[in-house]
């Protein structure tokens, strides 16, 4: 099993910035893949951000030239850099990280959610 351990999260106001960590430690013999999705109430979860082991990265539109997410492989840690926050933001955001055992078992873990909360 991998365990996520997800912080950064808070209330801040809109044009505001705010950084999120997740940290991966477990079975894991390597990541495929890290990304961070959020849910807002009443919504769908969805895709903001993710990397790829070659350090390819994909962004959802609203997230684009806005959002940063980057990695330290040696710490098994993904992070997301946000930047010029709008109340639209607003959601718990959640880490992914799809790893590989030396079993060869695929594992798609989540972290426990952080609260982001953009308001004046």
């Known amino acids: 099993q991998v365990q996520l351990v997800e912080s950064g999260g808070g209330l801040v106001q809109p044009g505001g910035s705010l950084r999120l960590s997740c940290a991966a430690s477990?079975?894991?013999?390597?990541?495929?893949?890290m990304g961070w999705y959020r849910q807002a109430p009443g919504e769908q979860r969805e895709l903001v951000a993710g990397?790829?082991?070659?350090?390819?990265?994909n962004y959802a539109d609203s997230a684009k030239g806005r959002f940063t997410i980057s990695r330290d492989n040696a710490k098994n840690t993904v992070y997301l850099q946000m930047n010029s926050l709008r109340p639209e933001d607003t959601a718990v955001y959640y880490c992914?990280?799809?790893?590989?055992?030396?079993?060869?078992?695929?594992?798609?873990?989540w972290g426990q959610g952080t609260q982001v909360t953009v308001s004046s």
């Open positions: 992914n990280v799809v790893s590989k055992t030396g079993w060869g078992t695929i594992l798609n873990s």
């Open positions: 477990g079975s894991i013999f390597s990541i495929i893949h």
């Open positions: 990397i790829t082991s070659g350090g390819s990265t």
